[in-house]
């Protein structure tokens, strides 16, 4: 039986391909035309075409740098770019940061998301003038979520090694929880899930409000797919996150539909209990996309643990993978 999955990307879409001359380009900086006054929802205060260039324009103006990691088949990497050059709210709090797209299929931005452990897309960072690394995320929601993801890395705006340093001599659970997400961004699995115990440890209360359950799955899931980590530590964790009466209701979700999609690596039997566990404390609800993974578990819970089509195909009756084929 195989113990290893590849945790799943977007995949390329031909809606996403045609999307790109509509999409691109996603900003027209003051650097670019010239003027330096803006207004509220101006745009960055000035867009980079490289790193280097980046960090001059950020040193100029005493700026931080917003890098954005894309491909030109990820859908939300494009729905970022819309909202760069549509969202008011999004230009507004680009205003006074440096803006650098950096497309993966260049090789020159290829190079620097090897460098600097960038496997999945969108991802971003803050950096700052020196090009230090103050914060990363992954994915793009909308532009709310993306905003609040930016919010917090300014808040507190120090270099990764700053904060490791600053975390070493007085441990607190905000650099823990931000040291261990920085290092499940790069992939660097047992340091994160150290950093979000020491998390969980310093205050149960603000590690699970900062995410520390979600990201420790997360974090178990790319190890165990990876050959790092064994599929009983990771179904220890994966007990633990749904056995907590305040799990959010976006992560017991997420942990049903990467369930799923390990089935095809590892087979059905060893995923069956974490499936069942999941349906049992699968929320009657949840907030936006959420809501539709949410339903697509249910359907595929049917369909495959209960194997009962007709029940599936009565909660997704457009779905045309469960329709009957003629012969």
């Not at 103006?61 to 819309?82: E, K, N, S, T, Y």
């Not at 793009?140 to 609040?148: E, F, T, V």
Request: charged share 25%; with cysteine; hydrophobic share 40%.
């Amino acid at each position: 039986m195989a113990s290893r999955w590849r945790p799943s990307t977007d995949s390329p879409t031909l809606l996403a391909l045609i999307c790109i001359a509509t999409l691109l380009p996603a900003c027209t900086s003051r650097e670019e035309t010239g003027s330096q006054t803006g207004t509220t929802g101006s745009g960055p205060l000035a867009c980079a075409a490289a790193l280097a260039e980046a960090e001059s324009l950020a040193s100029r103006h005493d700026a931080f740098i917003v890098v954005d990691f894309w491909h030109p088949a990820c859908g939300p990497c494009l729905r970022f770019h819309q909202a760069v050059e549509k969202n008011a709210e999004v230009r507004a709090a680009l205003a006074s940061l440096v803006l650098l797209q950096l497309d993966v299929e260049s090789e020159e931005a290829a190079r620097e998301a090897s460098r600097c452990g960038v496997h999945e897309f969108p991802t971003y960072q803050l950096r700052n003038a020196r090009g230090e690394l103050i914060d990363t995320w992954i994915g793009y929601h909308d532009p709310q979520w993306w905003l609040a993801r930016l919010g917090d890395a300014l808040a507190d705006p120090v270099s990764m090694e700053e904060r490791r340093g600053r975390f070493e001599e007085n441990p607190n659970v905000e650099d823990a929880l931000a040291l261990g997400k920085a290092a499940f961004t790069r992939q660097r699995c047992s340091e994160a899930i150290d950093y979000l115990r020491r998390a969980q440890h310093l205050d149960p209360d603000a590690a699970l409000a900062g995410d520390a359950p979600i990201f420790l799955f997360r974090a178990a899931y790319l190890g165990a797919g990876r050959g790092e980590m064994e599929l009983a530590s990771l179904g220890a964790i994966i007990e633990e996150l749904l056995c907590n009466p305040h799990a959010k209701p976006a992560s017991v979700v997420e942990v049903g539909t990467k369930l799923f999609e390990a089935i095809p690596y590892v087979g059905t039997e060893p995923v069956l209990p974490y499936l069942r566990l999941t349906r049992s404390v699968l929320p009657n609800q949840c907030e936006g996309e959420w809501e539709q993974k949410r339903q697509r578990f249910l359907v595929d819970y049917a369909l495959i643990v209960e194997a009962d089509t007709a029940k599936a195909l009565a909660l997704n009756p457009v779905s045309s993978h469960l329709q009957p084929q003629r012969q």
